[in-house]
């Protein structure tokens, strides 16, 4: 059962247990898409989810984990009584913006407007990418598509060229 998934790494992070972290880890990878529909995954804190995100393997589209970690920051602005942005600060970070489609930016955005989980900056910093055609002003982690990224045109124009 997936109910207490997100429990394992959020201890064997709070304990240095890097073997177990490994472990767990490998797991979400290899289910992220019924992972992120937890309520663990929910509970998870900013730290761990950080961690989770910044993996090329998990087994997701872009567009779906932004919408995963919009919950997650909502959930964590409750318990914790603090903003969405506050509390979202580091796992945003890691979020592929470059990955998404100009449509999706639109959208993405909208939502945006609403919660500011997103920091403006990253958010242009995404478009900045689809008008130069090439990931310039973004770290080149975000414009890796992850193993489960729906590929999208744009996405030859993302990757390094190989000469």
Excluded at 32 to 40: D, F, I, L, P, Y
Excluded at 105 to 111: D, G, Q, R
Aim: with cysteine; aromatic share 4%.
């Amino acid at each position: 059962s997936l109910a207490g998934v997100c429990i394992v790494p959020q201890a064997a992070v709070t304990y240095g247990q890097t073997d177990l972290q490994q472990h767990c880890l490998a797991f979400i990878e290899g289910c992220t898409v019924a992972v992120v529909q937890t309520q663990g995954f929910r509970e998870l804190s900013d730290v761990v989810l950080t961690r989770v995100l910044r993996s090329d393997r998990l087994a997701v589209d872009e567009l779906d984990l932004v919408q995963a970690v919009r919950e997650w920051a909502h959930v964590s602005s409750a318990v914790l009584e603090r903003p969405v942005p506050e509390v979202a600060a580091l796992p945003v970070r890691e979020l592929r913006l470059p990955l998404l489609a100009p449509s999706e930016l639109v959208t993405l955005e909208s939502h945006n407007q609403q919660d500011m989980l997103i920091p403006v900056e990253s958010i242009a910093a995404a478009w900045r990418a689809h008008a130069l055609r090439k990931g310039s002003g973004v770290p080149s982690r975000l414009c890796r598509p992850r193993r489960g990224t729906r590929p999208r045109d744009h996405h030859r124009h993302l990757e390094p060229h190989t000469k």
